[in-house]
């Protein structure tokens, strides 16, 4: 007897299309949990926009999106990440006035309101430097966003997605701003 394994997200039928052009046609993909996938293609192959429909960012045409064994919709990046979906894109806006452990733990905050538990100023900077540790990342949590070069923005993106603790976690190139 063989072990079906367990689909963290199934996708079926995906189409998305700009103007009249056809990105995505047809889609069938399966993520199964504990597995890791990589989608190769040229630029404009339509895998940002398969990333961006799993992130909320951009509605599919058609299709399902099947996320732990029920059909859903992703509206918002809000929605895909209380469902559990986490995006690092390699295109980053965070020119912020706030700390590195505030914007951590505002987004934190954000996705588990239901759920929320105040993170003192001291407790968010102690919790931010033990992520920093787990991940052997060299940056302050108490600099500003704004401080920071490109390449440590993406430290901090990547730190933030995994303070989510996301079912499925997605990489748009993250490491194309890194040195």
Do not use: W
């Not at 996938?37 to 799993?54: D, F, P, Q, V």
């Not at 859903?72 to 894109?89: D, E, F, M």
């Amino acid at each position: 007897m063989s072990v079906v394994p367990e689909s963290v997200v199934r996708l079926e039928k995906i189409c998305k299309s700009y103007y009249g052009n056809s990105v995505l046609n047809s889609v069938d993909f399966s993520i199964e949990k504990g597995s890791v996938h990589g989608l190769i293609g040229l630029n404009g192959a339509g895998k940002t926009t398969l990333s961006n429909i799993l992130s909320g960012i951009t509605q599919p045409d058609s299709g399902l999106i099947i996320l732990n064994g029920k059909t859903v919709s992703l509206p918002t990046p809000l929605a895909a990440k209380k469902a559990g979906i986490s995006t690092i894109h390699q295109n980053l806006n965070m020119n912020f006035d706030i700390s590195i452990a505030e914007y951590i733990y505002m987004n934190v905050s954000v996705v588990h309101e239901g759920n929320f538990h105040y993170h003192s100023a001291s407790s968010r900077i102690s919790d931010c430097q033990k992520l920093f540790d787990e991940l052997h990342f060299d940056l302050d949590p108490r600099v500003k966003m704004k401080e920071l070069n490109i390449g440590q923005r993406q430290y901090v993106q990547i730190a933030a997605s995994l303070a989510l603790h996301p079912k499925l976690l997605i990489l748009d190139e993250p490491y194309s701003m890194l040195t």
